[in-house]
Each structure stands twice: as C-alpha cells, then as structure tokens.
C-alpha cells in the first residue's frame, strides 16, 4: 500500500516540528528517514500511524485519505525504538495480542492465533522463548519480538522508530542486514526513521534526508551520498573536508592549483571534498595539486586516516587512504606530501553547516 | 587489593553511634507502639477469656462490627473507581486543570477529618437548604449511615489515587499505545495492559483506604449522631464503652481493631516483598 504525505505541518505552540512536507512512498518499498534530532523525522512518523495528528496537510493510504481513521483503524505496524512491549505479558501473550484484541466476528480460532504466533517466532528467528517475559530477553530479542508483534496483524504499512537505536553496535549491524532480508521475504511498505547515515545507506531502497522540518533530499543510498543536493545532505551522510575555493569559468580555484568543476558559477564558494576522493602523492604528477604537511596517522581499521595541514594557509583536511596505498606511500609524520581532489562538489546557493 | 565487599566508609558509623542511634529507635517503637498494642490486649483479656467473648457478643459491638465492614465495602470500592479515573487521567493526558486535580486529590490529608465531617454537617444538616430538601423528602444522610458512608470516602479518597499516581507516570504511555497501534480499544488497553501493570500499586492503595476506613474515628464521629446499635462503627463503640466505663467491652472492641491493623501490616509487607521482587 503507498503512502502520500501531502503538506503535512506540526506545530507545536511556536515551534514548527515539520513544515509543508511532502512524500510519496511506494507499495513495497523501504524507504529510511534520516536526519538530526529536531529534524521532525519521528514527528512525521508518529503522523503517519495516527498517533498524533498535523497541524496542516493529509495522509493517503493508497490514495484514500487516511487521516480521520485513528491509529486503531490504519491498520499499521508500528515498532517503537524501546519496543513498548507489554512487560507482564510472555512474548507468545505479546505477539498474540493484537490477533486477540480483534473484535469477536474478526478474532481467529485460539489454534490460528497459536499457528500465527509460532510462525511469527520462526520469522524472527526466536522459537523457544514463547515462555519468557520481557524482562528475560536481550535487547536484540525484545526488539525482534516487538516486530513480530507489529507483524502479527499483517499490516499495510511497517513503520519502525530509531529501531535499533538502544541496541550495541554489534547487534545493530545484524539486526540491520537482517531487516533487509525480512523486508526482501515480506515486502511490506516499511519506513523507519534513523540518525544513523549508515543504517539508512545499507537498509533503504530510498533515503529522505530531514532537517528542520523539512526534507533536504529524496533518493536512492547511492544519489543522496555521491550527489548531494546542498551542503547539509553532504555533511550529514559522511565525514567532508571544506576548501574555500574561488570558481571561474567552470574552474575552482584552490590556493595555487585548480580543479575543473561540475557547476559554472563565478564566485567566492566553499568546495566539499570526501576524505576518500582526496588522494596523497608524492610528487606533483602534472594535475592540481595542494601541497600540504601531516600532522596525524590513524592506522587502526580496514583504512588509514591521514590528517594533513595545508602548507599555504595551514587548513586541516583529513584523507582516507586503504592499507595497500598507504604502504605503498611509506607516509610518516611530519612528511611533506601533495594532495589532489579527485571530485570537488561546489554548491551553487549560499549555505552554511 | 582492597575488599570489595566491605562498605565505603563514610556509610558507617562507629559501631557504639549505631547501637545508641538503634537502641533509642527501638526503644521509642517500644514505647509508643508495642506497649499500648500490647497493653490493648492485655486488658481486653484482665478479666479472663470468657468476658472478653462475651463483650464481643454483646448487640451493640456486633452491629458496630456490622456497620464499619458496610462502610469499608462501600468507600474502597468507591474509591478505587476514583483513584483509577483519576491517576489514569492524570498520568496519560494533558488537560487543563490538571494540577488542580492533583491539589485536590490530596485535600482530604490537608483537612482535619473533624472538619471534614462538619463540612458534610453543614452541608447537607438540616438546617442547610439541601439538607432542607433531603428532610422534606425523609432522605436521611446526616447522622445515619449514608453520611457515615460519605464521610468515610472523603477522607480516605487519596489513598488509591496517590499509590497509583507514581506507579502509572512511571510506567508511561508507550504501552497504552502500542496497545492501540495493534487495534485494541480503550477499554481493552486499560483491562489488558494498564491493569495488570499497576496490579501492585491498586492492591496496596487498596489496604491501606481500607485501614484508614475501618478506623475512621474524628469525621465519621461528627457525621453519625452516635446512635448506640444503628451508627456506630466499631472505633466509634469504642469510645461508647468507653464512656461507660465498661472498660472490658472497649478493649475487646479495640483488640478488633488492633489485629486489624496487624492484618494490614503484614499485607503491606508482603506486598512489599512481592514488588521488590518483581524490580
């Protein structure tokens, strides 16, 4: 079932959770929203299971207006990030709940509810703990029972709430993947919210990227990381070096060298370098170069994190290097080096992080 | 290394500050609890055992012991009905005067309960305009058991309310809502999810409205009229023996009343013990 967010606002008192905001989420799709405490992406959320209401603008189900129905009647699945589960209950009581609250003409056999629940636990990988209570559990448990229960209803739509936001790291990244292929087996129209850029980049068929109330960007992982639309979806999905640069005629001039550039706008303008397309050479090989020194070696992990001074105006911009080039290199501190853009992005308005 | 299983210092005091700070506790329990209890008890059973039985058969202890169980059934389950309604309101809305509310819940523990019963006096008394009204129509609240009735669950109305108040704003809303996501109606989240969750807080508020209701003396005192055999509650015949000087008959109504207590202590403890274990 699609979801249209149509010019949805939330005030509250003066404050603006979510200005105008507009979405289209396919049938089947995983669609993450991402941004920043504050952002109104769990705002929106809540908006969209009926929890709380806008101020302004419409939700439709599959082009039905869907926002008089209240959260009991949306029919949608919602995970809450501290699992909401129903401490007295035991986890088969919790999963069955929702198939036992229906109404007597709707309510299943008590043999379908037992059916249902033991598939649902299979589902999620937790046969042999229909016994326990909450409080028995792990984290990544509790939460897998949580979406079982979300499950158990056959929603129209899953929405999740910073799911693994209270889990260890370890635990988020299986949960993770393993999210991604429950959504693969079920394709239930599932949007979850996230601070974490990587979840959202290694989950989401597309990501919406929020700040302020207000969608910065929609697209795929891929779109939003390697094409940002505005400095602040750059900066939020991943470590970003500044460069003050001058662009004329469809050159940015940094320092002494310069570097051709996608957008022709001549002006004074900041350029945002990823710390992996920034490359380390020894001698200057005939391209734009900045000469610059290292102050820093951080070689733990699969790459190696350069930290470097420009010799001009004594910047700091960070390199990310793999292990073979870094060997390769011999790099030391205190070494003097060339360093090269590979992609210099240049936004056109005037922005500021 | 150090031992890790003795306490920080500054936990502690020397041992001879603990034993006087322990010894003057036990020794002000002692006095002003254990003595009067156990002297209760002791006169109750000066004259021996079979005047003390015959003192509980007499007519007007048994109607006494009558009418408190008839006023304990009626305003605990009043009150639980209350303090539901109002712990719930409190603890999962926002609404306006909702701190009103809450100053009032707790007016029956400001108020002196001899003052709580003039104030139903006044009010509803003959002399008032309802009360006017009630005579003309022969209702009779004032000095009969309805206003015993009344009196009492205005003055241990708070009990239910305040132990469920902290109970359910700890607990939150997340489940209520997580109930309602799934499809269940409000009745169904508050039978199946809210109720079970403060099944503890409700049956402690529970013991102790209805220990304050059974030993109401200073409301119900004004409110009754002290009708020997038809408004008297069992602390209220108490003080009817009392009067009399028939000191084996009050003691044995009052022995009642101590075990009663007793009763409650040990609820309370086990419900204690069955929360803590559940934390």
Redesign the interface.
């Known amino acids: 079932m699609s979801i249209e967010i149509r010019g949805v606002s939330r005030n509250f008192g003066e404050f603006a959770a979510l200005k105008d905001v507009s979405l289209l989420v396919e049938t089947g799709e995983l669609v993450a929203l991402l941004g920043p405490s504050g952002s109104g992406k769990t705002t929106l959320l809540r908006i969209i299971?009926?929890?709380e209401y806008p101020t302004a603008g419409t939700i439709l189900f599959h082009g039905e207006d869907a926002i008089r129905r209240?959260?009991?009647?949306?029919q949608?699945?919602?995970v809450?990030q501290?699992y909401?589960?129903?401490?007295?209950?035991t986890v088969f009581e919790n999963i069955a709940?929702?198939l036992r609250?229906?109404p007597r003409a709707l309510r299943p056999t008590k043999a379908d509810i037992e059916a249902r629940v033991m598939e649902l636990l299979k589902l999620v990988q937790l046969e042999g703990l229909a016994q326990r209570f909450p409080s028995q559990l792990s984290g990544g448990q509790r939460q897998r029972v949580a979406l079982a229960?979300?499950l158990?209803?056959e929603p129209k739509v899953l929405l999740l709430d910073e799911p693994f936001g209270a889990l260890d790291a370890r635990v988020r990244q299986e949960l993770r993947s393993w999210l991604r292929r429950l959504h693969d087996e079920l394709h239930i129209t599932s949007v979850f919210v996230t601070h974490d850029q990587e979840e959202a980049l290694e989950v989401a068929d597309r990501v919406v990227v929020m700040n302020k109330g207000q969608i910065e960007q929609v697209g795929s992982p891929e779109d939003v990381y390697e094409n940002p639309a505005n400095p602040f979806v750059m900066n939020f999905l991943g470590s970003v070096n500044l460069f003050h640069a001058r662009v004329h005629d469809g050159e940015a001039h940094i320092g002494p060298s310069t570097t051709p550039v996608t957008t022709a706008q001549d002006a004074a303008t900041i350029g945002y370098v990823r710390p992996h397309e920034l490359d380390i050479l020894r001698q200057r090989n005939g391209g734009p170069t900045v000469e610059a020194v290292i102050k820093h070696i951080h070689a733990i992990g699969p790459t190696v994190r350069v930290e470097l001074a420009r010799r001009d105006n004594g910047e700091l911009m960070e390199a990310e290097l793999t292990r073979e080039r870094f060997t390769e290199l011999a790099l030391k501190n205190g070494e003097q080096v060339h360093v090269k853009a590979r992609k210099l992005q240049v936004f056109t308005e005037d922005y500021s992080i | 290394m150090a031992d890790t299983t003795t306490r920080p210092r500054l936990a502690t005091e020397a041992l001879p500050v603990r034993i006087v700070l322990i010894s003057v506790t036990l020794l002000f329990l002692a006095l002003f609890l254990g003595l009067p209890l156990a002297s209760v008890f002791a006169e109750a059973f000066a004259s021996g055992r079979g005047p003390y039985f015959e003192a509980l058969k007499d007519p007007n202890t048994v109607s006494a012991i009558k009418l408190t169980l008839l006023t304990a059934a009626v305003s605990v389950p009043l009150n639980v009905l209350f303090g539901l309604a109002a712990a719930w309101s409190i603890a999962k809305f926002d609404f306006w005067g909702k701190n009103l509310l809450l100053t009032l819940i707790d007016l029956p523990f400001a108020v002196s309960p001899v003052i709580a019963g003039m104030i139903f006096v006044l009010l509803l008394g003959k002399y008032s305009s309802l009360g006017g009204w009630l005579d003309a129509h022969q209702i009779k609240i004032i000095f009969a058991v309805p206003g015993i009735i009344l009196a009492t669950t205005f003055v241990t109305f708070p009990f239910v309310a305040r132990e469920l108040l902290p109970v359910m704003q700890a607990q939150g809303v997340e489940e209520e809502q997580a109930a309602l996501v799934l499809g269940a109606t409000g009745w169904q989240s508050f039978w199946r999810v809210t109720l079970p969750n403060i099944k503890w807080g409700l049956i402690y508020g529970v013991i102790l409205c209805n220990a304050r209701a059974m030993g109401e003396f200073g409301a119900v005192s004004v409110v009754s009229g002290k009708i020997l055999g038809l408004t008297n509650t069992l602390p209220l015949q108490v003080e009817a023996f009392n009067d009399d000087y028939n000191f084996v008959g009050a003691f044995a109504a009052a022995s009642l009343l101590a075990m009663l207590g007793l009763i409650t202590l040990v609820i309370k403890s086990f419900v204690e013990w069955r929360t803590g274990r559940n934390e």
């Open positions: 299971a009926g929890l209240d959260a009991r009647s949306r949608v699945g919602f809450f501290h909401a589960l129903f401490r007295h209950m709940f929702g609250v229906r229960r979300a158990a209803v």
